[in-house]
């Protein structure tokens, strides 16, 4: 047994926010109540939370581990340790591996490898084409039964109205979501960052945020069609923002996700260091803007991570030349905490809504501190100081702007299962 003691439970699906303390016993939460009332018995482990935030499980939507095919950037195994000192209790990968995740038996591995290796959840997202070559769909009802929590063609949107309608029409009858990686690539062909002045003043080909705004338009409409359960990947342009806001008041099933680096770095910030090439590239501050608004007024459904390890050979060379992506599991809760708590834009319950019952309500499942419910717990501090150094992490990829970077506020302990996944002594 495990008792998390004198903390501050915060579950956002039951409106929560009192000083509780929680009983696990093996994987599931046996008791919740008044701190101090719940006897533990002999032998049980004791942890106590005093000054920390208990929360449910924090959620990633959006995530790439890599393996299979590209292990020399990151593995399920590196990669969760990872998410689990950045507070994440599940991860979802997608499916750009080699091979790609188009099939049961690459899901079946993906889960198997997570099984033996992963320090936390792994829900695997299953490509929506074949090879996410736009050309066909992918074999999505038996990924289903082999254990997708979605679809999506990731690192590029799935190609054309007419197949997207397909997969959106398919997975309506599986109750998947589809996922879209928002981008006209006709629009944003050879750009390696968002255009604009600042594109202008570096020499760089830019993106109009356009690019992301007409696919969200073109895939709220067919969502409008089929019905499908729709959500936008890393969101990071106002037009997209408004596209999301209208599905919504429509009633339609449209959700959508929004990055720490996107609220937090700006068009603006970027240099010639490739650790600020990222796709979706990063915003204007107009852009920025609306998707704080979007964040507090509930337009936003989840933060997600995005985090995409590359090993660093292959940031190390010319702007132009080096791939998109940055990490993301670390530093997660501290730049929420800076950009969004600490400067009052939103509340901490808002903010803990955003990491776990928002992403739970876009893959249709469940999350809540209760008796019976499974133990995923993450336990956070508000105001521990501390510097993120790229260099400590388990991942095996260096790719952050944010290395050397200050925070107030760090997961704590992060229990999976009725495990203690990750602590800090």
Known sequence: MLLIKNGRVMDPASKT??????????EKIKDVGPAGKIGAGAGAEILDAKGLIVAPGFI?????????GQESSETIESG????????????????????VNDNASVTRFILDRAKATGRVRVWPIGAASLGSKGEAISEIAGMKEAGIVAVSDDGKPIATAKLARQVMDYCGSLDLPVIEH???????????????????????RGMPAAAEAVCVARDVQLAELTGARLHIAHLSAKASLEQVRWAKSRGLRV?????????????????????????????AREDRAALLEGLADGTVDAIATDHAPHEPALKDVEFDRAPFGILGFETALGLALEQLVHSEKISLMRMVELFTTGPARVLGIERKIAAGQPADLT????????????????????????????FKGIPMATIVGGRIAHRVQ
């Open 80 to 99: 969760t340790k990872a998410a689990a000192r950045g507070g994440f209790t599940a991860v979802c990968c997608m499916p750009n591996t080699k091979p």
């Open 379 to 406: 336990i956070f501090s508000t105001d521990h100081a501390w510097t993120y150094r790229v260099d400590d992490s388990p991942s095996k990829s260096r790719n952050s702007p944010f290395d050397g970077k200050k």
């Open 60 to 68: 990633d939507l959006h995530a790439h581990l890599r393996e299979p």
């Open 182 to 204: 928002a981008e006209d690539v006709s629009l944003a062909a050879g750009g390696v960052m968002r255009e604009g002045v600042s594109s202008t003043r570096l020499g760089l």
């Open 255 to 283: 959700s959508c996700e929004v990055t720490p680096h996107h609220f937090t770095l700006i068009d603006e910030d970027v240099t010639y260091d490739s650790r600020f090439k990222m796709n979706p590239p990063l915003a």
């Open 17 to 26: 926010d009192a000083a509780l303390d929680v009983l696990v016993e093996g």
